[in-house]
């Protein structure tokens, strides 16, 4: 098995020691690696992410905790069905447990005994959960005003939690700071997070009978769920296994879209924003380090923007809700973004989107908002 770090930026190659976080010339840093997963090497294997273990770079000695292999169910939403990927079951309740996943076993690889991450709240769970199940210590940076929901399953898994005044910027400042004595753990920095996300690109090519959908409706805000997809499905593509990459439609929230902004206005770097307050939390990301990644990968598609309001946030989460189906208000935002969307989607076109947190990650604020409607 091989692999290289390469510069996003410059193209300059590195070593993996689990320690780099970007390039001399401060650009991002991908994997390069070539799968060989074929459709038939999953048969009698579990129904796990681990089912496509060609496609991943890590060896056979993985932490799992059984994650992956969620249902794509079919849900009516304005008298349109949308095909919906149930990434709220997971073990910590989002899809964040695929990154985590992959990236703590290759930590574990490498003898890490240490970790900081920060989060809005769910990719710190992910991190948390997976780092107690290999053992490694972790250190949690989260804003002041994340979710009490969130910050107490964090702390039960055992990691060390900092509640950090200001913005969620403030918050990766300090996990920044920190990481000098440990290893960064970064949902968004770290690419071995994306060989996890991008995982979603083969389960939903699976489920639809090794095909891509026309269409994906998905969160960006640092846009790890986005930027797996665009990878899973570019290298089932590549390799014949798809005929094409979905269309992707991405998904922010107006009170907190510098991607969409700069969609637009046909710019490649995020612009500057003064975000206002948003339901959510999990995309209110005013400067994303892979923004000019996010944009790249949704103009490569043929996809676009979309920006929802928050009173569409609000009754796309009280819709869901009263339809059986109990997720977090970031993911009522995806909802609010694919319903918008599918109003002028061709017939038959199809569209998978995603539940992307479970709503008892923020059972009191979800009340409090669907009380207001």
């Known amino acids: 098995m091989t692999y290289s770090l390469r510069c996003t930026r410059c193209g300059r190659n590195y070593d993996d020691n689990g320690r780099r976080l970007r390039c001399e010339c401060g650009g991002m840093l991908d994997l390069q690696f070539e799968p060989s997963f074929r459709p038939g090497m999953e048969a009698d294997r579990p129904?796990?992410?681990?089912?496509?273990?060609?496609?991943?770079?890590?060896?056979?000695?993985?932490?799992?905790?059984?994650?992956?292999?969620?249902?794509?169910?079919?849900?009516?939403?304005?008298?349109?069905?949308?095909?919906?990927?149930?990434?709220?079951?997971?073990?910590?309740?989002?899809?964040?447990?695929?990154?985590?996943?992959?990236?703590?076993?290759?930590?574990?690889?490498?003898?890490?005994?240490?970790?900081?991450?920060?989060?809005?709240?769910?990719?710190?769970?992910?991190?948390?959960?997976?780092?107690?199940?290999?053992?490694?210590?972790?250190?949690?940076?989260?804003?002041?005003?994340?979710?009490?929901?969130?910050?107490?399953?964090?702390?039960?898994?055992?990691?060390?939690?900092?509640?950090?005044?200001?913005?969620?910027?403030?918050?990766?400042?300090?996990?920044?700071?920190?990481?000098?004595?440990?290893?960064?753990?970064?949902?968004?920095?770290?690419?071995?997070?994306?060989?996890?996300?991008?995982?979603?690109?083969?389960?939903?090519?699976?489920?639809?009978?090794?095909?891509?959908?026309?269409?994906?409706?998905?969160?960006?805000?640092?846009?790890?769920?986005?930027?797996?997809?665009?990878?899973?499905?570019?290298?089932?593509?590549?390799?014949?296994?798809?005929?094409?990459?979905?269309?992707?439609?991405?998904?922010?929230?107006?009170?907190?879209?510098?991607?969409?902004?700069a969609f637009a206005s046909d710019m490649d770097e995020p612009v500057e924003t003064c975000a206002s307050h948003t339901a959510a939390e999990g995309i209110a990301i005013v400067t994303p380090a892979r923004g000019s990644q996010v944009l790249a990968a949704v103009r490569a598609s043929g996809g676009s923007f979309v920006t929802v309001s928050e009173q569409e946030i609000v009754t796309s989460l009280r819709d869901c809700c009263r339809g059986g189906w109990f997720i977090e208000p970031t993911s009522a935002a995806v909802i609010a973004g694919a319903r918008r969307y599918a109003r002028t989607a061709a017939p038959g076109e199809t569209i998978v989107t995603a539940f992307t947190g479970h709503g008892l990650k923020a059972a009191g604020k979800i009340s409090e908002l669907i009380g207001s409607l």
């Open 47 to 261: 129904y796990d992410l681990w089912r496509y273990r060609e496609a991943l770079p890590v060896r056979d000695d993985v932490v799992t905790m059984g994650e992956g292999c969620t249902p794509l169910l079919p849900v009516t939403l304005d008298r349109r069905v949308l095909l919906v990927k149930q990434e709220q079951l997971f073990p910590t309740g989002s899809f964040k447990d695929r990154g985590a996943a992959v990236l703590m076993t290759r930590l574990h690889e490498l003898g890490i005994e240490r970790v900081v991450e920060d989060s809005s709240g769910n990719a710190g769970c992910a991190v948390a959960a997976y780092a107690a199940h290999a053992g490694i210590a972790c250190d949690i940076y989260v804003p002041e005003a994340t979710s009490p929901t969130k910050t107490a399953q964090i702390e039960t898994y055992g990691a060390t939690l900092h509640r950090i005044p200001g913005t969620r910027e403030d918050t990766a400042l300090e996990a920044l700071e920190a990481s000098v004595t440990c290893v960064y753990a970064s949902h968004v920095y770290n690419p071995w997070f994306l060989q996890g996300t991008k995982t979603f690109a083969y389960e939903v090519a699976e489920q639809l009978g090794w095909t891509s959908p026309d269409t994906l409706v998905l969160p960006a805000g640092n846009g790890t769920l986005l930027l797996g997809a665009y990878i899973g499905f570019t290298e089932l593509a590549r390799a014949g296994i798809v005929s094409h990459v979905p269309r992707i439609i991405a998904v922010q929230a107006a009170a907190c879209a510098p991607l969409a902004g």
